[in-house]
Structures are given as C-alpha cells and as structure tokens.
C-alpha cells in the first residue's frame, strides 16, 4: 500500500479532522485568539498528521514489496500465511489468520481427494488382478476349442487382456516411479515376449513380422517396455493396410541404443505428429481408420517412457510408414 493509498483510505477521517478544526478555529477565534495563532496551529497539526500517514504509507509499501519478494521466492505458496504471522500489525495478522484458516480447508479437502483416488485405484488393481483369472481360463477353452473361428475368439480374448493391463498401468501411471524395477534386461526377450503376447491380433491381421536382431543389453525395467511395445504393436495392428509388414530392429550409435517398431500402414498425417502423445488424441487416423480410438495407449506409453527416461520419438509419411522409436542410453 503506497502513500496515495494511505490518503485515499483514511480520507473520510481527514475531511472529518478538517471540519473539526474549522470548528476549534471559529471556538477559538471567538474567544479572542489572533487568527495567525490558529493558522500556525492549523499548520502544524497538518504537517503532524500528514507526516504519519507518508510513515503509515512508506512502512506498508515496503512489507507489501518485502511479502511480494518473499511469496516469489517460496515453492510452496500456501506457507506464506507463515511470513504474514510475524508481522505486529492487527490487520496483517487478521488476514493471517484467515488465511491459515483456507489453508487448512484446502489441505483438508485435498486429503479427502486424495484418499478417494488412493481407494479408487486399489480397487481397479484388485479389479485387474480378479479380472485376469477367468480371462485366463477363458484363454485356455479357446485353445482347446476345436472351431474355424478359433482364432477370431483368441484374437478377442486378446484385445480384452491388453485393454485390462492397459487399465492397470492407466491406475499406476500416478505413482509409475514405486513400481519400477530397474536392471539390465536383453531388448531381444522384451521384443519376443510382447509378440508373444500379441501372436493372435497379428496372426488374424495377415500381419507380416521381421524380427531379426541379435541381443542389445539396457538398463530398465522389463514389464514397462513390454506393455509399451504391446501398444506400438497394436497400433500397427490397428492401423495397417493390405499386404502388412511389421519390422523391429535395432541401430546403434555412440550414445544410444534405438529399437525401432516400424510398420508399412496407414501413418501419420504430418500435422498430428506433434500430438500423438497427447491424452485423448486421436487424429485423423483415429477419425477414419478406427472410430474406437481412445488415445491413450500411445499417451500411456509417454507417461511410461519418460518415467524409465526413454525417449520415445516418431517419423512417419502418411501412407507410407511410421517409424516408432524407442531410445535407450547406454
């Protein structure tokens, strides 16, 4: 609060000041008092009141400046209740108090959010866990069913168990850093497994795969990269086009280990390519070639990659191809 704003809000007791002393001055010039003598009085009682509010005005522009310098230099704003405590002034310290007092509703409030979401979660784990046991067993009937449509009831049972991991990995990407298991682990057995798990979409898809690379030891964490690569695999799935082809291979360089999951489908239209990873995006793509498009596998995969600290990258032509790569420090 600066020196103008002193003025401005004790205007009301400066007009009632000056009409007292008008009224002094008539008492005491009836009284007989020279009016140079008032008029000397008047003065200096302006100057007395006038230099108290320039002091009020300065001491209360400088701790607003020195609240505003400590309120930027604070990383959690809402501590700031704190520095106003300290200072003696009643005002200050009623605006203190009331702010301790949305403090401490804010913080009750997100508590509650909190345990609300903890216990949401857990029940989709426990959800996932209990869903898994009859998916299993259903996968097992189907593989002992002896019926032309096999592979399209496998290729379904498929899809529902990576919509189900897809849903637990969704409700531990919050907390994805308690959930990692960082340790060398060989790219070959990660690509090996997530086409394992992927056999009866790319079999009932006619999907073409080149897979041909010797081992490539990293440090990360082998369930993640797994499930990322199931998304990439799918996507390729989802995405093709007549005659499909799914390579994965590896390059290498000085400082990087990329693993690339590239495919001959529909691509990505240069425009979307900034946004795939986006939540919810699903692009032209999602809009012509799969209308159940959610955008959250490639969203998830971001989520993940960034956790584990690999760059996940994309080149693609429409029409052509799309290159996902996966890179790897070494």
Same mark, same amino acid.
């Given at each position: /609060?600066?020196? +103008?704003?002193?003025?401005?809000?004790?205007?009301?007791?400066?007009?009632?000041?000056?009409?007292?002393?008008?009224? #002094? $001055?008539?008492?005491?010039?009836?009284?007989?008092?020279?009016?140079?003598?008032?008029?000397?009085?008047?003065?200096?009682?302006? #100057?007395?009141? #006038? =230099? @108290?509010?320039?002091?009020?005005?300065?001491? +209360?522009?400088? +701790?607003?400046?020195?609240?505003?310098?400590?309120?930027?230099?604070?990383?959690?704003?809402?501590?700031? *209740?704190?520095?106003?405590?300290?200072?003696?002034?009643? *005002?200050?310290?009623?605006?203190?108090?009331?702010?301790?007092?949305?403090?401490?509703?804010?913080?009750?409030?997100?508590?509650? &959010?909190?345990?609300?979401?903890?216990?949401?979660?857990?029940?989709?784990?426990?959800?996932?866990?209990?869903?898994?046991?009859?998916?299993?067993?259903?996968? %097992?009937?189907?593989?002992?069913?002896?019926?032309? !449509?096999?592979?399209?009831?496998?290729?379904?049972?498929?899809?529902?168990?990576? @919509?189900?991991?897809?849903?637990?990995?969704?409700?531990?990407?919050?907390?994805?850093?308690? $959930?990692? !298991?960082?340790? @060398?682990?060989?790219?070959?057995?990660?690509?090996?497994?997530?086409? %394992?798990?992927?056999?009866?979409?790319?079999?009932?898809?006619?999907?073409?795969?080149?897979?041909?690379?010797?081992?490539?030891?990293?440090?990360?964490?082998?369930?993640?990269?797994?499930?990322?690569?199931?998304?990439?695999?799918?996507?390729?799935?989802?995405?093709?086009?007549?005659?499909?082809?799914?390579?994965?291979?590896? =390059?290498?360089?000085?400082?990087?280990?990329?693993?690339?999951?590239?495919?001959?489908?529909?691509?990505?239209?240069?425009? $979307?390519?900034?946004?795939?990873?986006?939540?919810?995006? =699903?692009?032209?793509?999602?809009?012509?070639?799969?209308?159940?498009?959610?955008?959250?596998?490639?969203?998830?995969?971001? +989520?993940?990659?960034?956790?584990?600290?690999?760059?996940? /990258?994309?080149?693609?032509?429409?029409? &052509?191809?799309?290159?996902?790569?996966?890179?790897?420090?070494?």
């Amino acid at each position: /609060m600066n020196v +103008r704003e002193v003025f401005a809000r004790h205007a009301f007791f400066l007009i009632l000041m000056f009409l007292w002393m008008l009224l #002094c $001055d008539g008492v005491l010039y009836g009284m007989g008092i020279a009016w140079e003598v008032l008029a000397f009085l008047n003065v200096m009682s302006g #100057c007395m009141v #006038c =230099t @108290y509010i320039i002091k009020v005005g300065r001491q +209360r522009s400088k +701790r607003k400046k020195e609240i505003e310098r400590i309120a930027q230099t604070l990383d959690q704003k809402y501590l700031l *209740q704190e520095v106003l405590g300290h200072d003696k002034d009643p *005002q200050e310290q009623f605006y203190a108090y009331l702010l301790r007092l949305g403090n401490k509703s804010m913080l009750e409030k997100i508590s509650e &959010v909190k345990r609300e979401r903890l216990q949401y979660q857990e029940y989709v784990e426990q959800w996932v866990h209990e869903i898994k046991t009859p998916i299993a067993a259903l996968k %097992l009937q189907c593989e002992n069913v002896q019926h032309k !449509r096999k592979r399209d009831m496998l290729q379904q049972v498929e899809r529902v168990e990576h @919509y189900v991991e897809q849903a637990l990995f969704y409700a531990r990407s919050e907390n994805v850093e308690k $959930d990692l !298991r960082i340790q @060398y682990c060989d790219l070959y057995d990660c690509c090996s497994e997530a086409l %394992l798990q992927c056999k009866y979409l790319c079999t009932s898809a006619f999907l073409q795969i080149h897979f041909a690379f010797t081992s490539a030891i990293v440090a990360t964490d082998e369930k993640w990269v797994i499930f990322i690569l199931n998304q990439l695999i799918e996507n390729a799935v989802k995405y093709r086009k007549e005659k499909a082809h799914l390579y994965l291979y590896i =390059t290498h360089d000085a400082s990087y280990v990329t693993l690339h999951v590239q495919d001959n489908g529909a691509g990505i239209p240069m425009q $979307d390519q900034t946004r795939i990873f986006e939540k919810g995006f =699903t692009g032209e793509n999602g809009r012509k070639h799969n209308q159940h498009a959610t955008g959250i596998g490639l969203y998830l995969c971001k +989520r993940l990659c960034d956790a584990l600290q690999i760059e996940i /990258m994309v080149r693609s032509k429409e029409g &052509v191809f799309t290159d996902m790569q996966l890179r790897f420090h070494k």
